[in-house]
Structure formats: C-alpha cells, structure tokens
C-alpha cells in the first residue's frame, strides 16, 4: 500500500510539474474571463461565461486561466468586478495573467409581435464585454453586444411569449461568444501576413476567424506619430498593399488570393476584414475587368487592349481604396 502511494504521489507530483513547465514556456498571453453579471434579477449569466472561455479557447491565440485560480488572485488583491471592468483598479503585482476580461448583461427584452397570420415572441439581449491589460491596467478592447432573434411563434389567437424563460434568451448570448472572441482577439492581435508566395497569401487565422470568400484588405503599417502634448500613440501610416480574397481555410491558417495589389505582400503586413456588399461588388468589378483585359489583349495589342487595361486599373484601383 505504501508503495502504491508513493507512486501515485509520483505521478501527482509529474503532471503538475508538466504543468507548470508548460504554462511558465508558453508564449501565448495568458486570458482570465472574470464574472459576467446582470443587471436583470434571476438572469444566471453563468452559461454565457463559459462559453466566452470555450470561444476564446478556440482561438488558440491564448493559455486560458482557471477560473478558481483567477478567483484566488483577486481575492488576494482585494480586486472586485466593478474595479477592474471601469479600468480603475490597482493592479500592480497581479502576475499570473495577461489580459482580464469580464462584462455585464445590461437589458433583456421580450415582445410580442403581431404578423397578421402568426405571432411571433422576440427577445433582445443586450451586453457588455470589457478587457483590460493587467499589465498597464488599460481597457484594450470594449464592444456593445445587442443580439435579437425570434424565440417562438405562434397562431394569431394565441401569446407566443407563455412559457418563454430567461433560459431561452440566455442560448442568444451563448450563441453571440464567438463573435465576441473573434473581435476581442483580432483587435489584441490583428489578422498578419504569415507568408506570400506569388498571388498567395497565408494569413495567421483559420477556421473560426476567417471563412471562404471573405475579402480582405492588405496594409504595411508604418511609423507610428505620438500625441506632442501627452505621448500617447495616436496611431500609424497604413498603405494598402493588395486586396485579398480566402480561397483556402485551415484549422490555423487561411489561403488568400489577390485580386489586385499596389505593391508586393510581406510577412507581418496586417490584413481587415471587408465583408460588406460594396466589397463584394468591387471585387467582382475588378476581375471581371482583370478577365476581359486578358482575353482582348491576348488578341493582340490596340486601342481595344488599352481601353480594357485602363478599365481594369480604375475597377481596381476602386478595390484598394476601400
């Protein structure tokens, strides 16, 4: 028996030091999702919680703290909610962690609405998810969430409403952690150039991030100008490179194709997202001028050749403008 527990103890003693090992080499920042609370009476936000921290999880960009040990060092420096979400807490020794995020859930709504033949019950949800650098106690990123979706229906004659439950709207929150992990993390960590290879471009996100068919607009960034008065970075020079259209999507990864580009792709320029329909339409407006420009001057050169060359580059010089 002994000998038994000599050697669980072993094993005990391995796997935390496996552990830790692992945490203390990781280069990813280290994220603890704090409390999410409501403002709505018996609203159990718990659900939504825990599905901000699988979203963030899945990200891969982060080493996701426990939540029992967050809690330790908060009581540890007497930290509250409400302290650190207004950016106002001392958090000066606060090792461990990298980046807090907590938010609150500010309206629930529910209504009835009269479509003639049905009724529909629809539900609003309205929230707010905070991070705060641990290291200089700053709000990194702040987003306003209001998610709406019809929960019910129901004939003209009857309450859609009877019998919906908090529960049922809290699913719409729990639903709305993903997009909320996506914004969180390209804002903390934007969406790079990790290789370019001819009309190639691999992007450092995949599946989850980024999906087939999003346009995505190219920049290098360059020196960054400073407040005179306060020093505080007001922002950086960005020049558009190319536009980018993914063709491929990975589990980490993403395959790009350009589409037109001003100046050749390098590793590290950052890439947004542009996936709205005027995007869509210009791109479509640039290839297909890219595409009547090759099959007219494969003919040969003329005055037809120039008129399409000088389509395509203003269709496309359109494109980089965006």
Do not use: H
Request: charged share 20%; glycine share 8%.
């Amino acid at each position: 028996m002994k000998l038994i527990s000599l050697v669980k103890a072993t094993i005990i003693f391995v796997l935390a030091f496996t552990s830790v090992s692992a945490w203390s080499n990781s280069n990813k920042p280290v994220v603890a999702v704090g409390e999410i609370t409501s403002a709505v009476a018996e609203f159990n936000t718990m659900s939504i919680q825990l599905a901000i921290e699988n979203a963030l999880a899945k990200t891969g960009k982060y080493t996701m703290m426990e939540r029992t040990r967050l809690d330790t060092l908060l009581e540890e420096r007497g930290l509250s909610a409400a302290g650190i979400t207004d950016g106002n807490a001392s958090l000066g020794g606060f090792s461990g962690v990298d980046y807090l995020v907590y938010g609150s859930v500010s309206n629930v709504t529910v209504a009835r609405k009269n479509l003639l033949i049905v009724m529909n019950c629809d539900a609003s949800l309205s929230m707010n998810v905070r991070v705060v650098d641990v290291n200089s106690g700053e709000i990194r990123f702040s987003e306003n969430i209001s998610v709406e979706d019809t929960v019910a229906t129901s004939s003209a004659e009857d309450d859609p409403c009877r019998g919906i439950s908090l529960a049922n709207i809290n699913i719409m929150g729990e639903d709305a952690s993903d997009g909320i992990a996506n914004k969180m993390t390209t804002v903390l960590f934007p969406i790079k150039v990790a290789r370019a290879a001819g009309s190639e471009v691999y992007l450092n996100y995949g599946d989850g991030t980024l999906s087939k068919n999003d346009i995505l607009s190219v920049k290098t960034v360059g020196q960054g100008f400073v407040d005179p008065d306060t020093g505080e970075v007001l922002g950086a020079e960005e020049t558009t490179t190319a536009v980018i259209v993914i063709d491929d999507v990975r589990a980490k990864y993403s395959i790009g194709e350009i589409i037109t580009q001003a100046s050749p792709v390098a590793v590290g320029d950052i890439a947004f997202v542009l996936n709205d329909r005027n995007s869509a339409r210009q791109v479509k407006k640039c290839q297909s001028s890219s595409s009547k420009r090759f099959k007219t001057c494969a003919k040969g050169t003329g005055k037809k050749c120039d008129k399409s060359i000088a389509k395509m580059q203003s269709d496309c010089s359109e494109l980089m403008e965006l």
